[in-house]
């Protein structure tokens, strides 16, 4: 069923005053919310955002995971250190530690290669497909479904990738009700122009994480190449910055508090229409769970690897992805168990199910709607005990690797549309690029801690909730024994030759024929349980076809019934474009506590310690000390360094522009405040707020304490 009455939803959501800054509209959908956004202080025509190829929507660009923009007629690229930490970590040694040093490039031609596989993807153009997704699967059901809906999905993405200058991908929203086809400039030459010091990037590290008052610079640069004749093209050096239709001026007055913003990027994964059963299962099975062996994870990299040394090195960018989840899951389950969340999508259910039940026609299209995903949900969480301890072992990269590897070699026997997405040709480029960046996070020691300890937790499952072919493969068939299993991994890392890049990128040309013949100990683990793995994943689609129909007949039932309770529409976050407003501003965390929205230099200097994480650079601490804050303080008496709003965004929007009503850069979004985490499921207006690096901070550090005069000179700074 197609969502029909959507702008009829907007414009009742429009008319009521009441009307909460809820909401990751897409750009299509803002003319409809232009009386809102006047009110709250949009000065640029609503229109206007709607259009992506216009300003200043085409100045806002995806990384492929993180939010960046243009800002300089050169290619220059603005977007958070935390989402430039993998290239920042890439390119530092023990010798040359620019993660804690920092790394500014005074020319174009001292900039540095990105990670492997690092993108600018544009966004162009958003097609509505979905008459052409769904076209033939009417009667389909189970796998039948999904292999038929992911065959039209191919077709287009085929299609669309006629010119391979562009990546295009197919998106489902509401759960499936409708689907589009976005198309994006693939710029593949990206490099690392500029990194504050670990003192102003990551400052306050993971102590600070989440958490208000905040005093981080989470800022860097890259800068986006092309080929001579302004099309992509892999890195060369004779490649030519990207100069871009559009770029983002930046403020150096900021913002006041109740001043209107808005920022637009591309937020990950919100879950707002999951059912109670969902909600259940992941807030009291899956965060505590993957909390408890995130953190020993990232114990096993520490324990394993000095501070300092190159195998730590390695390894910063992914336990600064633990760590973050670690936070994240805790507030989840803090705020779950304080909250009313549970109860409130019990009631929302049992209020929408009468609402069904009090019409003939309804009841008709939607009684069994909810039941029938109900059943659903629970089959795909029977052996969630199974898959999680199995997923801990497979993410040791030598088996990732040989299983990433044995998968390839048996896709490449099948014609290009018939492969597995991710192995087909259009991801080989990305596939050899993960390839390489293995060389510099991987480290043999530390990877074998992890895989033992992960080995035994699932040596410990019931033998039904196992599979015989991985118990055979470790030799698990009469339980684990440390020592004896120790020296297995020991034997197999020893005779493992895939630490070596130039070994992985050649065994992903090989055949077959040819790599199963292969003697690696991995490559042959991965052979051996192909077999059980691919059955298993079979069974996944079947189980996710059911879900592709069951969840969008909900949805289109739910998105109904908030029309006649005159309550906003608008689909859960999927790594699509779009666009959230609001205002600057504090709040309430608990009883007898105020938030104010800003953080001063001085508020950093106090918190300052000269020790990891609170400790800022020297120069740094020099300015402030004399005052020193030239043009960019906006009318306040200090340089502000961070600030919040109610702007409602999640994992995604990170390196986002956060924009006046002149669609100028006044800040990076860069995180959220503790109490609004559980935002990604339940929006909460009082306490959901996000925190941004304010530009006046990001120009006065490039300025004062950085010298990054270049980079200022090519940037368009209001003041």
């Known amino acids: 069923m197609r969502l029909k009455p959507l702008i009829a939803t907007l414009a009742i959501a429009a008319s009521g005053s ?41 100045a806002v660009i995806s990384l492929g995971g993180c939010t960046a923009s243009f800002v300089s007629p050169k290619g220059l690229v603005v977007t958070n250190h935390h989402c430039a930490y993998g290239s920042i970590q890439y390119n530092s040694t023990p010798e040359n530690n620019i993660l804690e040093n920092g790394f500014l490039a005074k020319t174009p031609a001292e900039d540095l290669p990105a990670a492997p596989g690092s993108r600018v993807y544009v966004t162009e153009t958003v097609t509505d497909v979905t008459d052409k997704v769904i076209k033939g699967t009417e009667k389909l059901s189970a796998k039948a479904r999904y292999d038929a809906l992911e065959k039209n999905e191919k077709a287009l993405v085929a299609q669309c990738e006629a010119d391979k200058n562009y990546r295009c991908n197919v998106y489902s929203f509401h759960g499936g009700l409708e689907f589009y086809l976005i198309k994006s400039l693939e710029i593949k030459d990206v490099r690392l122009a500029y990194a504050p010091a670990m003192g102003v990037g990551k400052y306050g590290g993971d102590i600070d994480n989440w958490m208000w008052p905040r005093h981080t610079g989470d ?3 890259y800068r986006a190449y092309v080929g001579k004749d302004g099309k992509p093209a892999e890195f060369s050096e004779d490649n030519v910055p990207y100069v871009p239709d559009s770029y983002l001026s930046v403020s150096a007055k900021g913002v006041q508090e109740g001043d209107f913003v808005m920022v637009t990027g591309y937020p990950g994964r919100t879950n707002r229409y999951r059912i109670a059963a969902e909600v259940d299962y992941v807030f009291n099975t899956s965060y505590p769970k993957s909390r408890e062996h995130n953190s020993k994870y990232v114990s096993l990299i520490e324990e394993n690897s000095e501070d300092g040394s190159k195998a730590r090195i390695a390894y910063e960018s992914t336990i600064a992805g633990y760590n973050n989840y670690i936070k994240n899951y805790g507030s989840m389950i ?17 209020d929408l199910t009468t609402w069904i039940n ?64 991710g ?5 080989l480029p990305r596939f050899e690029a993960g390839l390489k960046r293995m060389t510099r996070r991987y480290d043999t020691n530390v990877d074998k801690a992890i895989l033992l300890h992960f080995l035994e937790l699932y040596a410990a499952l019931p033998k039904q909730e196992r599979f015989a072919e991985v118990d055979k493969a470790f030799k698990l068939e009469n339980g684990f024994d440390k020592a004896k299993h120790s020296a297995l991994l020991d034997k197999m890392y020893a005779n493992s030759t895939l630490n070596d890049e130039e070994v992985r990128v050649a065994l992903s040309q090989q055949s077959f024929a040819e790599l199963e013949q292969n003697q690696d100990p991995f490559i042959q683990y991965a052979k051996a349980i192909f077999a059980v793995m691919k059955a298993e994943e079979d069974k996944n689609k079947a189980l996710a076809g059911k879900l592709q129909a069951a969840r969008p007949q909900l949805m289109s039932a739910i998105i109904a019934f908030n029309e006649a309770q005159n309550k906003p529409v608008y689909a859960d976050a999927n790594s699509t474009l779009r666009v959230t ?16 929205p800003f953080t001063t230099l001085e508020g950093l200097l106090a918190k300052n310690t000269n020790v990891d994480p609170f400790n800022a650079p020297e120069n740094l601490q020099k300015q402030i000390k004399a005052k020193l804050y030239g043009d960019y303080t906006g009318g306040m008496n200090t340089v502000p360094v961070n600030f919040l709003s109610n702007v409602d965004t999640t994992g995604g929007n990170s390196g986002s522009p956060t924009l006046n009503g002149k669609a100028e850069l006044v800040g990076l979004l860069f ?8 935002g990604d499921w339940d929006y909460n207006p009082a306490l959901n707020r996000s925190i941004h690096v304010d530009s006046r901070y990001m120009l006065w550090v490039m300025d004062k304490v950085d010298n990054a005069q270049n980079l200022l000179d090519e940037m368009k700074i209001v003041k």
Request: aromatic share 10%; net charge neutral.
């Open 581 to 596: 407003y609001g205002t600057v501003g504090g709040y309430s965390p608990q009883d007898g506590l105020v938030a104010t």
């Open 334 to 350: 803090e705020s779950f168990n304080k909250g009313t969340m549970y109860e409130r999508k019990k009631q929302f259910e049992q």
């Open 219 to 221: 800022f860097s640069f």
């Open 358 to 421: 009090s019409d003939r026609k309804r009841k008709q299209q939607y009684g069994s709607v909810l039941n029938d995903l109900s059943t659903l949900v629970a089959q795909s969480q029977q052996h969630n005990q199974r898959d999680r301890m199995l997923g801990y072992v497979h993410r040791s990269q030598m088996i990732s690797t040989a299983r990433n590897l044995y998968r390839l070699a048996y896709e490449k026997q099948k014609p290009n549309e018939e492969r597995e997405s």
């Open 18 to 58: 009441s009307f909460a800054d809820e909401g990751m509209w897409q750009p299509h959908q803002l003319p409809a919310l232009e009386s809102i956004l006047k009110a709250k202080g949009l000065e640029i025509d609503a229109k206007s955002i709607s259009k992506l190829t216009e300003f200043p929507m085409n």
């Open 671 to 678: 995180d959220g405040v503790y109490e609004s985490i559980i």
């Open 423 to 427: 192995y087909q040709e259009r991801d």
